[in-house]
């Protein structure tokens, strides 16, 4: 009787990346486990829960996948040898980019991944704005520092900027999957990186710009 070859070893972080990219393109879910395991290289059930556990703990698993690899836009948040301005402006341009590159799924895993969830699935909606809010502590903390450093005034304007950059970061992925390119989405970062300047403090401590003078009226 003929020997069997060796069964094929299950490559686990290619696995992983193809769960990631399936979970990037529908959301959580609406990827079934037949659709995970089928793209996952046909593995069987047994293989599934040994290397993974559940949907959801592969879901964390491709999550923090996914923050190490493409989330790395996000890095010059918390580069504090980056000027804050200059942080805020390359997170959001290489977000912009990483988010319309066809290579990939566009748009956003982490705004994307669990917008409407059932009950039952809250703990991964909760996981994901976990994620979304540490995106908002970054920009959070580069505007203090702007603000600390006297880049900026503290004003009220000033504390909206956070919000207003965050917002801008997530909304983003929409635009991405309705199929916006990177310069489109650069014009428009330069255009809101103009707020950031008409709030800039000048030698003297004087506001000047007129767009501040507006705002603060």
């Given at each position: 009787?003929?020997?069997?070859?060796?069964?094929?070893?299950?490559?686990?972080?290619?696995?992983?990346?193809?769960?990631?990219?399936?979970?990037?393109?529908?959301?959580?879910?609406?990827?079934?486990?037949?659709?995970?395991?089928?793209?996952?290289?046909?593995?069987?059930?047994?293989?599934?829960?040994?290397?993974?556990?559940?949907?959801?703990?592969?879901?964390?698993?491709?999550?923090?996948?996914?923050?190490?690899?493409?989330?790395?836009?996000?890095?010059?948040?918390?580069?504090?040898?980056?000027?804050?301005?200059?942080?805020?402006?390359?997170?959001?341009?290489?977000?912009?980019?990483?988010?319309?590159?066809?290579?990939?799924?566009?748009?956003?895993?982490?705004?994307?991944?669990?917008?409407?969830?059932?009950?039952?699935?809250?703990?991964?909606?909760?996981l994901l704005a976990a994620q979304r809010e540490?995106?908002?502590?970054?920009?959070?903390?580069?505007?203090?520092?702007?603000?600390?450093?006297?880049?900026?005034?503290?004003?009220?304007?000033?504390?909206?900027?956070?919000?207003?950059?965050?917002?801008?970061?997530?909304?983003?992925?929409?635009?991405?999957?309705?199929?916006?390119?990177?310069?489109?989405?650069?014009?428009?970062?330069?255009?809101?990186?103009?707020?950031?300047?008409?709030?800039?403090?000048?030698?003297q401590g004087i506001l000047t710009d007129p767009?501040?003078?507006?705002?603060?009226?």
């Amino acid at each position: 009787m003929a020997r069997t070859g060796r069964p094929r070893e299950f490559d686990r972080d290619k696995a992983l990346d193809a769960a990631l990219t399936l979970f990037w393109t529908q959301g959580y879910e609406p990827t079934s486990l037949n659709q995970l395991k089928a793209c996952m290289g046909n593995i069987s059930p047994a293989s599934f829960y040994a290397a993974f556990g559940s949907k959801e703990a592969l879901f964390r698993e491709v999550v923090q996948r996914y923050v190490e690899t493409y989330g790395q836009v996000m890095a010059p948040l918390w580069d504090e040898t980056l000027a804050p301005r200059d942080a805020i402006e390359q997170t959001l341009r290489r977000s912009a980019r990483m988010q319309t590159t066809r290579s990939h799924p566009t748009g956003c895993l982490i705004v994307l991944g669990a917008s409407n969830c059932s009950p039952e699935n809250e703990p991964v909606q909760t996981l994901l704005a976990a994620q979304r809010e540490r995106s908002r502590k970054g920009f959070q903390d580069c505007v203090a520092r702007a603000v600390a450093d006297g880049e900026l005034t503290d004003t009220p304007v000033t504390k909206t900027l956070p919000t207003l950059f965050a917002t801008f970061l997530h909304g983003m992925a929409c635009e991405a999957r309705d199929g916006n390119r990177a310069k489109k989405l650069d014009e428009a970062i330069t255009t809101l990186m103009q707020l950031w300047d008409s709030l800039t403090v000048s030698p003297q401590g004087i506001l000047t710009d007129p767009l501040a003078l507006i705002l603060l009226k």
